[in-house]
């Protein structure tokens, strides 16, 4: 079975300029959370979904959106870009929650560059 | 405020010996905590997840401890291999929120 999936793998774009990034669960996975890692630094929670709602939001302004669709992919949304959005971008899915003892599976990320 | 903090912050060791990494956290309400292993430009795997209850939790040659009380973890790992260099990150989850420390950077030399 394949992991799980995001799309693009690098991407570049402008300050100002809004960009769509994409997460493909792990098959049966119903759970999809968003991360943002800016280098030198852990992970940052933006998002959770579970069962195309929202679930918990990190402190990140309205710039950054999120959805899950019903086949439980899902897009992160950023609008206006800083250069301070320049980061990896990791997506996680899990079968539920993955809060308790769900174990988390993550994407390779979304090299996203604002120049 | 929830807070995740690791040390030390990098550690270089020689391919065989073993090391440890700690781990102290303030979060509020306690889930569960994890380790990860991430390797540069990718994403994080999993090692371990305890909860409340649990002290200790092996993955081959990854020990976690947890001690609740004290709200400290460590990461031990046997007999290194230059496998092992990579950056391992604390995570403690509370609620939907999962609060990660910034990493140990391990390197392991020949």
């Known amino acids: 079975d394949a992991g799980v999936t995001q799309s693009p793998t690098h991407l570049i774009k402008t300050r100002g300029q809004q960009v769509t990034l994409r997460c493909s669960p792990i098959s049966g996975h119903k759970s999809v959370s968003w991360y943002q890692q800016v280098l030198g630094q852990g992970p940052q929670f933006i998002f959770q979904y579970y069962e195309k709602e929202e679930r918990g939001r990190g402190n990140f302004p309205d710039r950054f959106s999120a959805r899950q669709f019903p086949n439980y992919s899902s897009e992160l949304n950023v609008n206006a870009l800083l250069l301070g959005d320049s980061a990896l971008y990791l997506c996680?899915?899990?079968?539920?929650?993955?809060?308790?003892?769900?174990?988390?599976?993550f994407g390779s990320g979304t090299q996203l560059s604002v120049l | 405020k929830n807070q995740v903090e690791q040390s030390p912050q990098s550690l270089i060791i020689l391919e065989g010996k073993n090391c440890t990494l700690q781990?102290?956290?303030?979060?509020?309400?306690?889930?569960?905590l994890r380790w990860y292993k991430q390797d540069t430009g990718r994403g994080p795997v999993s090692l371990t997840i305890m909860t409340f209850s649990e002290n200790t939790k092996s993955n081959g040659r990854y020990t976690a401890t947890l001690d609740a009380d004290t709200k400290q973890s460590s990461l031990h790992i046997t007999a290194s291999q230059l496998s092992d260099s990579a950056s391992y990150i604390c995570v403690v989850s509370a609620t939907y929120a999962l609060n990660f420390g910034k990493g140990t950077s391990l390197l392991v030399t020949p």
């Open positions: 781990c102290n956290y303030t979060v509020s309400p306690f889930s569960n």
């Open positions: 996680a899915s899990s079968l539920q929650t993955g809060t308790i003892n769900e174990k988390l599976f």
